[in-house]
C-alpha cells in the first residue's frame, strides 16, 4: 500500500491528509509475545503488567468488505480504498466505479478511488461478472466470503515487495501483511467434509486462476486461504466487543457493517471472560484495549460473540461450535464444567508414597 500518494492529493483537506497518513500506523504494545497453548493453539500473552484501560493492539485490515442492506442507499458504506475505509454516508458525496461494478464498492473522495486504482482494478471485472449470480445462487453469505478471498488476494497482488531495509526483524515477535495472513489457522483438515467439498465447488466456478482474476496461485493454495479465512476473520460493529461483566442493561454491539481479516489481530484466542475489548475504530482498523489489569504470563483474549446474548456454558460452547466450529476451552468453560462421576477421589489413581 502506497504511503506517499495521499500528500500528492489535487486537493485535500489538512484534515483528510492526517488521517489518512495516521491511519498507516498500526501498534503492538512492547509487552506482548507470542506462545503457543496445547489446544487453542498460537496465542497472545502479557510479558509485564499491562494496566486497564491501555490499548492493546491497533491493526489494520489486510481485506475489507462492507456488509450492508441495500448499499445503494445506505450511510454505512464504507471507503474501498484500503488505506482509508472510512464510512460514507450518500449526503457526503460518494465516488462509484467508473466501471459500475457493484453499488457496495464506492469511495469517500475522487483522491481515495483515484490511490485505489490498482488495488481495484485486480477485482472490478470479478465482480461485475459475478457478484449478481453468486448472491442470486449461493445467497449473501458465500457471495461476501468470496469477496474477501479477491480482496485477500488483491492486497497481496499490490503489497510492494520488502524493501532490503523495511524486512521486520525476526526479534519482532507478531507477523504483519501478507505473512501474517499466510501463517493463520485454519488448515483444510481441521472443517468438515461436507464444507470442504462446497468450498471447492465455489472455488473451482468461481475463483480459477483466470485473466478475470490473475492471482497465480493453485486451487489448493485458494482452498487452503479459504480455510484460514473462516476461522479468523471479524464481523465489525460499531460499538465493543466483549465488556465483561455484561453491562446492567446490556447494550448490544449494534448492526455489523462490514467483515475483515486482520493478520495480528487474529492472533488472539476467545474467551467468555475476556480481559480485552475490541472494536473497530473509523479507518477500519481493530483496537484491543485491556478491560482489566493484565498481569504478567497471562493470556490476553477477546470475546468472540456478544457476552449478553449467549450466558450460560452450553449456550455459550453450542453458539461457538456453531459458529466458529471449536469447543471452548477458557478459563470460565472449564470451571463451570460439571464434574464428571469418575472424577471423584474413589477414581483417582494410587499415589506411591
Ligand atoms: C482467530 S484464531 C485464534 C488464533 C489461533 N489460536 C492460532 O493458532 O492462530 C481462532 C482459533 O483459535 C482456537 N481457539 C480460540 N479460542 C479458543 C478457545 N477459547 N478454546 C479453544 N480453542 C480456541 C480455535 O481453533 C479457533 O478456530
Sequence with gaps: MS??????????????????LKSQTDWIHPHLIESVDPVKGRQIRASEHIPKGTCVLIDHPYAIIPVVDDPATNDDLICSNPACNRRSPRHSGRFSCSNSCIADVAWCSSACRDADKARHDFECTWLKRYADPIRKKWGEYDFGMLWVIVRLLASRHTEPEPQKDNVVPTSQRLKRGWAGIESLCGSVDTWPHEQVRSWTTLLKKYLQNSPVLPHGFS?????????????NSFGLYPRETGIFPPPQPAVDRGEQFAAAVY???????????????????????????AS??????????????DLTKYTDLASRREHLRK??????????CTSEEPVE??????SMPMMDL
Design 292 to 305: 482489566r489489569d493484565i498481569l504478567p504470563g497471562q493470556e490476553c483474549c477477546i470475546s468472540y460473540f
Design 219 to 231: 486451487s489448493d493454495q485458494v482452498l487452503h486461504l479459504v480455510c484460514q479465512e473462516e476461522a
Design 263 to 289: 493478520p495480528t489481530a487474529a492472533m488472539a484466542n476467545h474467551s467468555c471472560v475476556p480481559n480485552m475489548t475490541h472494536k473497530p475504530d473509523e479507518d477500519g482498523r481493530m483496537i484491543f484495549t
Design 3 to 20: 504511503q506517499v500518494v495521499y500528500i500528492t492529493l489535487e486537493q485535500p483537506t489538512p484534515n483528510h491528509i492526517e488521517y489518512i
Design 323 to 332: 459458529s466458529f466450529k471449536f469447543t471452548c476451552q477458557c478459563d470460565r
Design 341 to 346: 462421576e469418575n472424577d471423584d477421589w474413589t
